[in-house]
């Protein structure tokens, strides 16, 4: 087995720092992605704007929003659209403000 000088060692750690540097910044760059989209969805949902949005806060909305939507897409189709569809978004909100 061939002996490690000095000279090899400060290269593998200076190599190992470069691959986490690196790593980090892609993994920086995937959350400011993520959180980007996050709130571009929590602008859509309705909500109380005095409320603070969390991450978490926004999706379970957007969850219950979407669901809603679907709920009323398929009653409209099962009815051939013909009932009178009320103000959903302002009944949506007074949901959310409910406790």
């Known amino acids: 087995m061939p002996e490690m000088t000095k000279?090899?060692?400060?290269?593998?750690?200076?190599?190992?720092?470069?691959?986490?540097?690196?790593?980090?910044?892609?993994?920086?760059?995937?959350?400011?992605?993520?959180?980007?989209?996050?709130?571009?969805i929590g602008?859509?949902?309705p909500c109380s704007p005095a409320l603070k949005q969390s991450k978490n806060m926004i999706l379970d909305q957007?969850?219950?929003?979407?669901?809603e939507l679907k709920r009323?897409?398929?009653e409209l189709l099962l009815n051939g659209g013909n009932n009178e569809q009320g103000n959903f978004r302002d009944?949506?909100?007074?949901?959310?403000?409910?406790?």
């Open 7 to 40: 000279h090899e060692t400060p290269t593998k750690k200076q190599h190992g720092k470069k691959n986490r540097e690196t790593h980090n910044a892609v993994e920086r760059h995937r959350k400011k992605k993520i959180n980007a989209g996050i709130n571009r």
């Open 43 to 45: 602008e859509l949902i």
């Open 62 to 67: 957007a969850f219950k929003y979407i669901t």
């Open 72 to 74: 009323q897409n398929d």
């Open 91 to 99: 009944s949506f909100l007074i949901l959310f403000l409910l406790p």
